[in-house]
């Protein structure tokens, strides 16, 4: 890292996390530091976690997609993700030859679970011969049964390279119906849905523009479909900061998990965030302390059984050659 980047980095850090927090922090950050160095380490930390991860030890930042891909290119014998299972291994799956770390085995998702592989092949059953499209929030026995992944922001545009007038899309049913109002394409879903953002509601955004005239509302497609009719531009956790980017609204609210707002909110100091709060507790159960005992002690290596690894990895190949929308 460059002394500007690592001056930012320090910097924003400073910021985004408390003093006693800070203060804890920095024996645990040095700690890290010098374990990714002798592991040939990197770790990889989603949007949503802890603004002490995000700032403090991440080498590479982003979104699903932008991990996936992260992950894919990664040139380290060890990859570290903070984020939960699923994100772990489809970093295992597209980069099967490094060692691949999770720091908590209880990093799960409300998504995930909400489906298995024997789900998937009862599905096709009913529908012979529909292809299926499985989000990325899936296991990788899911992903093993699927023709193709995607993530929430190349949803339609995989939907659509299909080129087929039905689909199968799971497991998210409120990221299905926002896809299903883009197209024309008829999509078959599933029940599923993430326990964070099931929670915002629509009567919740509008108490919002009341309370603050003037407000932008940004939403994250997994949000109920009145959730996302309230909202001014609707986009992946990526798609969220590039739109801030863009736009430069002068008050915003994420409606999504709460870490986001607090970890982007450095890079966009002229912009007010207003901040509703819902925690993913998932994503909480990776902490500083798990970091350093993971690269420490090489522990919660994820492993896949070479049947899923191949078919699981060609649903994800399939998206990635497909790319972000
Ligand atoms: P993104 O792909 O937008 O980062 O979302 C992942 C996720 O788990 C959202 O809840
Ligand atoms: Fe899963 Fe929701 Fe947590 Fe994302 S926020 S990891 S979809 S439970």
């Given at each position: 890292?460059?002394?500007?980047?690592?001056?930012l980095?320090?910097k924003r850090?400073?910021a985004a996390?408390?003093?006693?927090?800070?203060?804890?922090?920095?024996?645990?950050?040095?700690?890290?530091?010098?374990?990714?160095?002798?592991?040939?380490?990197?770790?990889?930390?989603?949007n949503?976690?802890?603004p002490?991860?995000y700032h403090?030890?991440?080498?590479?930042t982003?979104?699903?997609?932008?991990?996936?891909?992260?992950?894919?290119?990664?040139?380290?014998?060890?990859?570290?993700?903070?984020?939960?299972?699923?994100?772990?291994?489809?970093?295992?799956?597209?980069?099967?030859?490094?060692?691949?770390?999770?720091?908590?085995?209880?990093?799960?998702?409300?998504?995930?679970?909400?489906?298995?592989?024997?789900?998937?092949?009862?599905?096709?059953?009913?529908?012979?011969?529909?292809?299926?499209?499985?989000?990325?929030?899936?296991?990788?026995?899911?992903?093993?049964?699927?023709?193709?992944?995607?993530?929430?922001?190349?949803?339609?545009?995989?939907?659509?390279?299909?080129?087929?007038?039905?689909?199968?899309?799971?497991?998210?049913?409120?990221?299905?119906?926002?896809?299903?109002?883009?197209?024309?394409?008829?999509?078959?879903?599933?029940?599923?849905?993430?326990?964070?953002?099931?929670?915002?509601?629509?009567?919740?955004?509008?108490?919002?523009?009341?309370?603050?005239?003037?407000l932008q509302i940004v939403?994250?497609?997994?949000?109920?479909?009145?959730?996302?009719?309230?909202?001014?531009f609707?986009g992946?956790t990526q798609g969220m900061v590039d739109h801030l980017a863009r736009s430069k609204p002068a008050q915003v609210v994420l409606?999504t998990?709460?870490s986001m707002s607090d970890n982007v909110a450095g890079e966009f100091p002229e912009i007010r965030f207003v901040r509703?709060?819902?925690?993913?507790?998932?994503?909480?159960?990776?902490?500083?302390?798990?970091?350093?005992?993971?690269?420490?002690?090489?522990?919660?290596?994820?492993?896949?059984?070479?049947?899923?690894?191949?078919?699981?990895?060609?649903?994800?190949?399939?998206?990635?050659?497909?790319?972000?929308?």
């Amino acid at each position: 890292m460059s002394t500007a980047a690592a001056e930012l980095r320090s910097k924003r850090f400073a910021a985004a996390v408390p003093d006693l927090e800070r203060i804890e922090a920095m024996p645990l950050l040095a700690e890290i530091d010098a374990l990714k160095h002798a592991r040939n380490a990197v770790v990889l930390a989603h949007n949503y976690q802890a603004p002490a991860i995000y700032h403090g030890v991440a080498d590479f930042t982003g979104d699903s997609l932008a991990l996936a891909q992260q992950a894919a290119r990664s040139e380290a014998e060890v990859i570290v993700v903070a984020g939960v299972q699923f994100m772990a291994e489809t970093a295992k799956l597209l980069n099967p030859t490094r060692m691949v770390l999770i720091s908590s085995l209880a990093a799960g998702c409300s998504l995930a679970e909400s489906i298995s592989a024997a789900d998937v092949r009862a599905l096709r059953r009913r529908h012979p011969g529909v292809p299926v499209v499985s989000y990325v929030n899936t296991s990788a026995a899911v992903k093993a049964e699927s023709d193709i992944c995607c993530t929430s922001a190349n949803a339609l545009r995989i939907v659509e390279s299909l080129g087929v007038p039905k689909v199968i899309f799971l497991p998210d049913r409120y990221l299905g119906h926002h896809v299903q109002q883009q197209t024309g394409i008829e999509l078959v879903l599933w029940e599923g849905a993430c326990e964070v953002h099931e929670r915002f509601t629509g009567a919740q955004l509008r108490g919002l523009r009341r309370d603050h005239p003037g407000l932008q509302i940004v939403a994250h497609p997994e949000c109920p479909p009145e959730v996302l009719a309230e909202a001014d531009f609707v986009g992946s956790t990526q798609g969220m900061v590039d739109h801030l980017a863009r736009s430069k609204p002068a008050q915003v609210v994420l409606i999504t998990e709460c870490s986001m707002s607090d970890n982007v909110a450095g890079e966009f100091p002229e912009i007010r965030f207003v901040r509703p709060c819902n925690l993913c507790p998932h994503m909480r159960q990776i902490t500083l302390v798990g970091i350093r005992d993971a690269l420490r002690d090489l522990r919660h290596e994820v492993t896949l059984p070479a049947e899923i690894i191949a078919p699981a990895r060609r649903a994800l190949e399939r998206m990635l050659a497909v790319g972000r929308a």
